[in-house]
Nanobody, 130 residues
């Protein structure tokens, strides 16, 4: 299994970035895909997740309204569109894959927990600074 994240970089506050994560070795369309991030000296935190077949999405409160997660089953790729970036968004961003086992009501409760995810990719650095 490989999850290859890309698209990070250095941007100014208010600017945008789009992260991509290409998956291989899994039946992509049966997996929940998630994004997490870890800032220096802080614990890893949930950012966003998208259930199989686009059936649901969920976001951390800190990014709601600014970030959008999407997926392309034909390309086995999940995206994170990040708009109106803030300095506090600076972190290493990781994508992860969860063999989707839960009914929707449970999924909404557990999708933000890192322990739910079976596979992790390497991170991509996002730095927001003026």
């Amino acid at each position: 299994v490989q999850l290859q994240a890309s698209g990070g970089g250095l941007v100014k506050p208010g600017e945008s970035l789009r992260l991509s994560c290409a998956a291989s070795g899994i039946s992509f369309n049966t997996y929940t895909m998630g994004w997490f991030r870890q800032a220096p000296g802080k614990e890893r935190e949930f950012v966003a997740a998208i259930r199989r077949a686009h059936s649901a999405t969920t976001y951390a409160d800190s990014v709601k309204g600014r970030f959008t997660i999407s997926r392309d089953g034909a390309k086995n790729t999940v995206y994170l569109q990040m708009d109106t970036l803030k300095p506090e968004d600076t972190a290493i961003y990781f994508c992860a894959a969860d063999r989707d086992r839960r009914i929707l009501s449970e999924w909404l409760r557990f999708a933000g927990q890192g322990s739910e995810y079976d596979h992790w990719g390497q991170g991509t650095q996002v730095t927001v600074s003026s």
